[in-house]
């Protein structure tokens, strides 16, 4: 049998991961694998998009589905030109709005299933493909409110910028996306009517423009990609300011 050259997306059912299945329609891969928890969602986008997206409904914080996936994988005898690891979420609000469990799965989701997924997808990718891993601006400090949030992306952004230099000699980059707020539904799943909690969103992207440049600075290789001027802007100061001062800015800039 022929081996299939595919897209991975997790996070596919809708905000950038939907936007970036749009994009890696035109790419030269034969199919496209798409994960969420949501199937319906799933399969309106099969039905949105065509023949091309295989849909494989499963709950990322579930380690058995993900090794399950793998399994597929084999039995799909594919090459895997893209990984885009998207899903993930927040909670607005303080260490007191979370709960044990919730704040563990959230670790599971944004952390841990960018792992999981990336190690089950290495054996069937090639020299030129790439690994899209979708960070956060919050990634570039803590965030007291948005805290555990803020520490699962900059775990994601260290870890993939890492996994870029093992990959270098395999000829796969790995690019950790870093975007600011984007206009999706991340807003309604993080907002749990805490008392104090981030409420000021500004500015915000569109996901096919944040999607586009991710696409396209993986394309280039590059380890890290940032979309916007504000943001790029927020990459540089974190850099050069310490992040006490980091946190007071965002504070002040939240009303916190
Ligand atoms: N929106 C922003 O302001 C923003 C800014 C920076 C970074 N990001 C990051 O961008 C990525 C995409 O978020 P988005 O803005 O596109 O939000 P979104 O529209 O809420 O999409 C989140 C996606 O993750 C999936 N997902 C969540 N939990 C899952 C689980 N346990 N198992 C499987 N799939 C799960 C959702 O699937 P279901 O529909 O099936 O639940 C959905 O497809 C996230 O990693 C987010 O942290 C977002």
């Known amino acids: 049998m022929e081996k299939k050259t595919i897209a991975v997306v997790t996070g596919a059912s809708g905000g950038l991961g939907k936007e970036m299945v749009k ?7 034969q199919e496209i694998f798409v994960i969420a928890k949501d199937e319906e969602k799933l399969s309106r986008l099969r039905q949105e998009m065509g023949e091309r997206i295989r849909i494989f409904p499963m709950d990322l914080s579930d380690r ?9 994988l084999l039995a799909e005898n594919v090459t895997i030109r893209y990984l885009v690891n998207s899903a993930g ?13 919730g704040s563990v799965d959230m670790i599971d989701v944004n952390c841990s299933a960018v792992v999981a997924m990336g190690l089950v997808c290495l054996p069937f990718m090639e020299q030129g493909s790439r690994i899209l891993n979708i960070a956060s601006q919050a990634a570039f400090q803590p965030l007291p409110y948005l805290n555990l949030y803020a520490a699962t992306k900059a775990f994601v952004r260290n870890y993939s910028r ?26 309604d799943r993080a907002e749990i009517d805490a008392k104090k909690a ?3 969103f500004f500015p915000m992207a569109s996901p096919d423009q944040v ?46």
């Open 23 to 29: 994009l890696l329609l035109w790419e030269d891969v």
């Open 64 to 72: 058995d589905a993900i090794l399950n996936f793998g399994a597929a």
């Open 89 to 101: 979420y927040a909670k607005f609000g303080s260490c007191r709005d979370l709960s044990v469990l």
């Open 162 to 187: 890492g996994l870029n230099e093992e990959l270098k000699e395999d000829g796969i980059t790995v690019t950790a996306v870093c975007p600011g707020w984007i206009r999706t539904d991340f807003f």
């Open 198 to 200: 981030p409420t000021r």
């Open 211 to 256: 999607a586009f440049k991710a696409l396209s600075d993986a394309k280039k290789g590059k380890p890290i990609s940032v979309y916007g001027l504000y943001t790029r802007f927020c990459h540089l100061v974190s850099k050069l300011l310490p992040q006490k001062w980091m946190m007071k800015l965002w504070l002040f800039q939240q009303g916190l």
